[in-house]
């Protein structure tokens, strides 16, 4: 079992950066593709950006160039820098990690973009 804990949401203005972490309760990102999702009100969960486990990172054709998915591996944390966000960013940010057998979500973290 894993445990995941997102932080780092809250309020930001068009154009601020947030910077979001998941800590996850044990050694687990050489084996795992960490990612992060997002799910606006009345949409579908979308997912923003991945990191394998062996380093390669890929994202959504929205956030590129604006958002960059990173992990500390002594500390269990990964990352989600997200830069010049828009009101269109506006969601739930869920951290997720998952292998052939196992998928496992944190409980979410609200980031909301406006002036």
């Known amino acids: 079992q894993v445990q995941l804990v997102e932080s780092g949401g809250g309020l930001v203005q068009p154009g601020g950066s947030l910077r979001l972490s998941c800590a996850a309760s044990?050694?687990?990102?050489?084996?795992?593709?960490m990612g992060w999702y997002r799910q606006a009100p009345g949409k579908q969960r979308e997912l923003v950006a991945v990191i394998s486990s062996g380093g390669s990172t890929n994202y959504v054709d929205s956030v590129k160039g604006r958002f960059s998915i990173s992990r500390d591996n002594a500390k269990n944390l990964l990352y989600l820098q997200m830069n010049s966000l828009k009101p269109e960013d506006t969601a739930v940010y869920y951290c997720n990690a998952r292998s052939l057998t196992v998928n496992y979500w944190g409980q979410g973290t609200q980031v909301t973009v406006s002036s």
């Open positions: 044990r050694s687990i990102f050489s084996t795992y593709q």
